[in-house]
């Protein structure tokens, strides 16, 4: 008779059916459904959440683009929203929090340098030379109001005429402030009263 052929070794699958699913790997990928969705949840209360709005950093920014011109600092402007950003968005990196002061001369000018002296930062002097070094974290609120004062005042300087449909894409949808418009007001202050028809009710044929 012929040997018999060994006996196969046990699946790994082996007492689930075609339609049968490991309640194990389904409890996992609810769980982790659950804390992706709990991520998501927390991240667009922080987005919802508004910044203090700083009016007197504001004055100072509009004078400083008033006295140099908007095309002059835009870019100045834009470079301090994207240095600032980048740090709010890490404030535990501390290769972050202590800049040179002749790299930030030459990025955002000594002028701005206010701005990031509002945000927590201080100059002083290092042995390879002259930084402006953060405070730290617990400046990370007052670093966002100033992060929003200094990018609503480099998208001022934008033109508008010249933005492309992605960028005003981008800027509505992050709420940022679009140059040539300072507020949208889509509110009825009045409701207005309902008007009277001038066209007659056409007449039934029983109606004389």
């Known amino acids: 008779a012929p040997a018999a052929a060994p006996a196969a070794a046990p699946a790994a699958t082996e007492g689930y059916g075609p339609g049968d699913v490991n309640p194990e790997l389904v409890l996992q990928a609810?769980?982790?459904v659950t804390q992706a969705l709990a991520e998501s949840k927390e991240a667009k209360k922080l987005e919802a959440e508004e910044v203090r709005e700083d009016l007197e950093l504001r004055k100072r920014l509009e004078a400083f683009t008033a006295e140099k011109g908007a095309e002059t600092v835009r870019q100045e402007l834009g470079n301090a929203s994207k240095i600032l950003r980048r740090l709010s968005e890490d404030i535990l990196n501390?290769?972050?929090?202590?800049?040179r002061r002749e790299v930030l001369e030459r990025t955002v000018g000594e002028s701005l340098f206010f701005t990031f002296e509002e945000a927590g930062f201080q100059e002083c002097s290092t042995e390879t030379g002259?930084?402006?070094r953060w405070a730290g974290p617990d400046c990370?609120?007052?670093?966002?109001?100033?992060?929003h004062e200094v990018q609503r005042a480099a998208d001022l300087c934008l033109d508008p005429d010249t933005m492309s449909f992605d960028q005003v894409s981008e800027m509505v949808s992050k709420g940022r402030?679009?140059?040539?418009i300072l507020q949208i007001d889509d509110k009825v202050?009045?409701?207005l009263p309902a008007k009277d028809?001038?066209?007659e009710r056409p007449k039934k044929?029983?109606?004389k």
């Open 197 to 199: 028809s001038a066209l």
């Open 94 to 99: 501390v290769k972050l929090h202590a800049m």
């Open 189 to 191: 202050e009045k409701p």
């Open 177 to 180: 402030t679009l140059p040539g």
């Open 130 to 132: 002259q930084v402006l």
């Open 30 to 32: 609810i769980e982790a």
């Open 140 to 147: 990370s609120e007052r670093l966002k109001e100033v992060l």
């Open 205 to 207: 044929p029983w109606e």
